[in-house]
Structures are given as C-alpha cells and as structure tokens.
C-alpha cells in the first residue's frame, strides 16, 4: 500500500548529523519531536479518501469504501488505557450486579448505572467510587418493574425506563414522579427542550419507528421517518430488531440495524444526511409459523456515539453460524472523521460493549463475563 510520504528523518539520521536534542533550545527541541511525530502520524494515513459524496433526493449522502483512510493499520491505531473499573464478583453489595447494566454519565462525569435484574439504580463519584443506590423491586413510587433504560433530562434529573413508564430522580437519588407514555416502547431520548422521543416496535415487520411526547408525557406526533425491513407477517403481533436513537449536538442520529446507513435528522425529525460504508449487514433468519415468528442471531449496525468533537463511533455486531446450535458473536467498532469519512476497525475484546462517551472523551465498556462489570477508558490513537 502507498502512503502518503514516507519517513524522511530517522532517529539513526539525526544521531549520525550529531543532533544533541539535550543541548539545543526548548523552541527548536519541541519543533523537532512535534515534526518528528507528524511524520509518523502521516505515515500511517492513506494518500486519498475512497468515497463518493452525492445528493440522493434532496439528501446529501457521504458514501464510504473500504478500507478507510487508517488503510491496512487501522488495528494498531487504536489502544485504550484503563482509568477505573466498577463491579466486582465478591465483594460489597453495591458492586456486584446482574448480567444487562444501562449506564449514563453527567457534565461532571458522575455515573449513573441502572442494574436491571436487581432492580435498582446506583451513582458512582468521576473517580468511580460509590455514592448512593435507590429502587427495588415492586410497584410503588420509586420502585421497578421491567427497569430497561436510563438518561438525563435537560433539568438534570434522572430518568429510568420501567415498561411503558418513565421514573424521575434528582441527582441525590430522591424519586420525583412518574410518567406513563402512550404504548410499549424499547428505548428513549429526552430532547433538549424536554421532549421525549422514543422509539417504538415495528407490527408485521423488522424495523422501527418513533413517537414525540410532551415533558408531561402527552402524544405529540409520530416521527415523520420509519425503518422496515425483512418479510412480512400475515398475522398481527409485534417484531423488533436493532436500532436507537442517538442525541448529539442537537441533532437527533440513527444507525439502521439493517443495513449500514446512519441518518442524521434535525430536532423536528428531518433528515439531513446519509453516512454509509460498503459492509454487508447479513439479515437475520426468520421462522414464521401460523401464529408465531422466530428470530435468529444476525448482524447488527448501531447505535453511533460520538468522542468530543473530532469522531463518530458506530457499533456493528457480526454473528457467525458455526453449527445448528453454535454462533460466534463479535463487536466492532468503526471510527468516522468530521467529514463523515471512514477512517478503520476497531474490534472490542470478546463479552464486551461500548455503552457511552463522556463530555471529556471517556469511553465506558461494559464488560459481561467473567462478571458484569463498567470499566472507563481514555482514548489513544497512534
């Protein structure tokens, strides 16, 4: 593969011109090592973006080839270093949790995480230490049910999906009030003016759609887009598949589970662009039978998160069928520029997720075996 230049000043050049970078001058020492780096930095770049950026309907599309501007080094540019770890197999009550976490992060990078099975919700300090727990299980005020999702409102309190309701705390875990929403829905977003979006399940069908409710939790209107796909069904009864809505920089994204595209829609829901990349999502298996619909394991694209103001991270889960009974499962994730270009891979190690991006560029992973456990990370790219 070529590059874009190549390394013109090794390190056994500068000794053999006898360049002491001990006895010259601050300004001249850090010109050097920073000219030093950029040079390596642009080793590791492709010379040209593979892509192709058009108008499809009115809508601009940043259409993405393979393999990315990192090229064949996108698997070693990319390292994380661990800053603390949440969650233990023996130990005190509130570090040890049940096998699905939700995990949500405040502007002074405090962590909220909502251990479904055991029915409670917890704040970790930014240095990962406890500092309370409320909930249990039951259906009274303050209690859960079916606890799924967690986030943020723009006034600061903490909501907790539990079924088709919405709990609120303040941030010292006292509970405020309830919400019921119209319908079942599987996850939410909270709108910077306190709207909530949340996304509904698909009847006859893959996919998704959405719904806009008041900060009271009233039916405003529904999303104007919606995702289907696979067969259909000839009965009634509900069939979902993949999808999230993302909120970031006030515009609302979508990773289509289906197939790679991820669709960036202004607050009302019009959409204003397409990223996508040439990667097969292999569709699911379905058993449809006379009254009931099976699925199997299959990719899975999104949701996308995004570091700081620099990247955007989508998630893809790739399943591999061994035998009748075996599927080998992994996670990557595929890192986008400003410019919505492919940069590379990153594979994650195996029984572990990204679930959130902090303000401050903090990665937080959710690891399942051997235990449940959060582990914050910073980002190092070579």
């Given at each position: ?95 040890m949790f049940v096998r699905y976490l939700s995990i949500v992060v405040d502007s002074e990078l405090n962590l909220y995480l909502l251990d479904r099975g055991n ?264």
């Amino acid at each position: 593969m070529m590059y874009a230049c190549q390394l013109a000043l090794t390190f056994d050049t500068i000794l053999r011109k006898r360049i002491y970078i001990g006895k010259i001058m601050m300004k001249n020492n850090l010109i050097i090592i920073l000219a030093i780096l950029t040079m390596f930095a642009a080793c590791g770049t492709k010379e040209e973006w593979e892509g192709e950026i058009y108008k499809e309907h009115g809508v601009m599309v940043v259409e993405n080839r393979d393999p990315g501007l990192w090229g064949e080094e996108a698997g070693d540019k990319v390292q994380f270093m661990e800053d603390f770890s949440i969650g233990k197999y023996e130990g005190e009550d509130y570090l040890m949790f049940v096998r699905y976490l939700s995990i949500v992060v405040d502007s002074e990078l405090n962590l909220y995480l909502l251990d479904r099975g055991n029915h409670r919700l917890l704040k970790f300090s930014n240095k990962g230490n406890f500092i309370w727990q409320t909930g249990r299980k039951g259906q009274g005020p303050g209690e859960f049910q079916y606890p799924r999702e967690i986030s943020i409102s723009p006034s600061g309190e903490i909501a907790v999906q539990d079924g088709s309701a919405l709990h609120f705390y303040t941030m010292d875990g006292d509970f405020q009030r309830t919400l019921k929403l119209r319908g079942s829905f599987m996850n939410f977003t909270i709108l910077p003016d306190g709207r909530i979006l949340t996304t509904k399940m698909m009847r006859g069908q893959l996919g998704l759609s959405a719904e806009y409710h008041s900060k009271e939790g009233q039916f405003l209107k529904k999303f104007p887009d919606e995702y289907r796909y696979g067969p259909k069904f000839s009965f009634g009864g509900g069939a979902w598949y993949g999808g999230e809505f993302k909120l970031y920089d006030n515009k609302i994204y979508l990773s289509l589970p289906g197939h790679y595209e991820i669709r960036e829609y202004d607050l009302e829901g019009k959409i204003l662009g397409k990223i996508r990349r040439d990667l097969k999502i292999k569709q699911p298996e379905i058993e449809i039978k006379e009254n009931s619909v099976t699925f199997h394991l299959s990719d899975v694209s999104g949701p996308c998160f995004f570091y700081k103001n620099e990247m955007m991270i989508n998630l893809v889960n790739t399943v591999e069928k061994k035998d009748e009974k075996k599927y080998e499962l992994k996670k990557f994730m595929d890192f986008f520029n400003q410019k919505k270009q492919f940069l590379g891979t990153y594979q994650l190690p195996e029984n572990q997720t990204l679930a959130a991006i902090d303000s401050e560029g903090h990665f937080y992973f959710i690891q399942w075996e051997p235990y449940p456990k959060v582990i914050r990370s910073k980002l190092i790219l070579f």
